[in-house]
């Protein structure tokens, strides 16, 4: 039986594609790794420890916290802390970065930026959660990292992944030269090859979005909506709805089969919900390098310019060719116009 290669052995291998690579890099995914089964256990088996419910806190979005939040931002936190390769974490659950400045991270030259445990209100109810990383050089060249270190364009990105704890345990990454997916045998403890070189289909037949605001979508989200579900067998429509509530199965679900992911801006959210540093940049690196696309509606994910660490963006990530239709219904609107129609300004009819 041919042995599967693990998370470890692949990625001492790609070391080999980045001539001035020295490790750091391979280590750093590493610790994520070594995290992500550490979390995985806990996920597995939240039904049994006292780990459900709430934590009894809220996060800076003003979302009540989950136990498992807490605990998988401690986990990554103090695995990327012992690691030694990253010195700023930045993370959904905490108001400002973390700077690590122990001695042996201080000068390290990775920022992580992440979502510990994405979907977590999905836990109570034994639904798909995922964790989301996004990896960059520091920018700074000595010093203590600043901010400026961690509000780089998505283009910049060295590399981005998600673990996906479901009925089985996924971890997806990319470093710029594909995306390749491996899945967990919890019967050795590693994360292994499942998933080489994976590419999302250009087309799908899977929308995935909240219908419940449908009222409150721009015009041009309810014209793709309504184009997903005409009749039309030339087009293999009307399209299948698959909504998880949890971005990270949803993404996933439609990078192995073809699909679109939309969280669009609404009357109550005008900058979108999802945030961009450390869920969209993320996603839409992964997405584009599986040869998919990833807009706002209007500009390209990687390339919107970051001012906030909690920044959030409207999504359209999945299928090019789904993608480049949903874009074209938004085109009826400019983003100028959308916005002054939810503060009343204007009419959209
Ligand atoms: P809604 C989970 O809370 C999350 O951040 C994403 O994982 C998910 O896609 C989205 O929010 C769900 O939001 O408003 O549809 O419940």
Known sequence: MKIAKTLGQFILEKQADFPYAKGELSRLLRDIG???????????????????????????????????????????????????????????????????????????????????????????????????????????THGKATMDDVLQRGTEQVAAGYVIYDSST????????????????????????????????????????????????????????????????KTSRPYTSRYIGSMVADVHRNLIKGGIFIYPVTASAPSGKLRLVYECNPMAFIIEQAGGKATNGYERILELEVNELHQRSAIFIGSENMVHKAEEMMSFFSPQLLKRSFEGVVELQ
């Open 34 to 140: 070594i995290a992500a089964k550490i979390v995985n256990r806990e996920v597995n088996k939240a039904g049994l420890a006292d780990i459900l419910g709430e934590a009894g806190t809220t996060n800076i979005q003003g979302e009540g916290q989950k136990k498992l939040d807490v605990y998988a931002n401690e986990q990554f936190i103090s695995a990327l802390k012992h690691g030694g390769e990253c010195c700023i974490v930045a993370s959904e659950e905490n108001d400002e970065f973390i700077p690590i400045e122990s001695e042996v991270s201080k000068d390290a030259k990775y920022i992580v930026a992440m979502d510990p445990l994405d979907g977590s209100s999905n836990i109570d109810v034994n639904v798909a959660v995922g964790t989301i990383f996004s990896i960059y050089h520091r920018t700074s």
């Open 170 to 233: 996924m971890l997806v990454y990319t470093t710029g030269k594909g995306v390749n997916g491996f899945t967990l045998d919890p019967s050795i403890g590693e994360f292994c090859l499942s998933h080489p070189d994976m590419k999302i289909p250009k087309d799908g037949l899977i929308y995935s979005i909240n219908e419940g605001y449908y009222s409150h979508f721009p015009d041009g989200v309810k014209k793709y909506i309504k184009y997903c579900q005409v009749e039309d067998a």
